[in-house]
């Protein structure tokens, strides 16, 4: 099933997208969603980055080596704040040749307890190569206050990119992880 993102979350996948082909191609940090690289230490969310501010503009990427593995990251909100997350992959093998069922899935679990699914139901694919994304899926919703947990797991090795926050002027700021390179965020993509 392929389906559109909605109007304000298409744009905020194109400003993304053209952020990150910015910092990639123009080392223009300030201008971009920054990149945070999740890893094999970050499978707990206690654990992995922590995001002071969840409105901030940041991208997080990251890699499931193997079937069942996870990455996480924490994302802190105050009520009335919007929460939004745009879910994709890189449009490169072996991502886009996996079946729906075997892409990752993202786990947002609210400080309340609420878990919300992220699944792909959107292939849509946005920037320009080789830096270009295929959107799976979106999630915008007011949040209530405290600590929200990002969870991502497959069935397949994957890698995936979560962009959290609209484009601002917010500087992001972090907890238990550093914002990556370029050199960093070219390997995510298989680039030299």
Do not use: C
């Not at 899926?137 to 397949?156: C, D, I």
């Amino acid at each position: 099933m392929r389906t559109k993102l909605t109007k304000p979350l298409r744009r905020a996948a194109t400003v993304f997208t053209a952020a990150l082909t910015t910092i990639v191609l123009f080392a223009a940090p300030a201008l971009a969603h920054e990149p945070v690289i999740l890893d094999s230490s970050d499978v707990l969310p206690w654990n992995g980055p922590l995001l002071l501010d969840g409105r901030a503009p940041v991208g997080l990427f990251g890699d499931l080596p193997n079937a069942g593995a996870v990455r996480s990251a924490q994302l802190n909100f105050v009520a009335g704040q919007q929460v939004e997350l745009i879910y994709a992959i890189p449009n490169q093998a072996p991502e886009t040749t996996l079946s729906t069922g075997k892409l990752p899935i993202v786990m947002l679990i609210a400080p309340n307890g609420k878990v919300s699914v992220l699944a792909p139901n959107i292939r849509q694919v946005e920037g320009p190569a080789p830096y270009d994304l295929m959107f799976l899926n979106q999630y915008s919703a007011p949040a209530v206050t405290g600590t929200y947990s990002l969870v991502v797991t497959g069935l397949a090795p994957s890698r995936f990119v979560i962009s959290v926050g609209p484009e601002s002027d917010l500087v992001p700021q972090i907890e238990r992880g550093q914002f990556a390179t370029m050199d960093q965020v070219n390997e995510w993509y298989g680039i030299s």
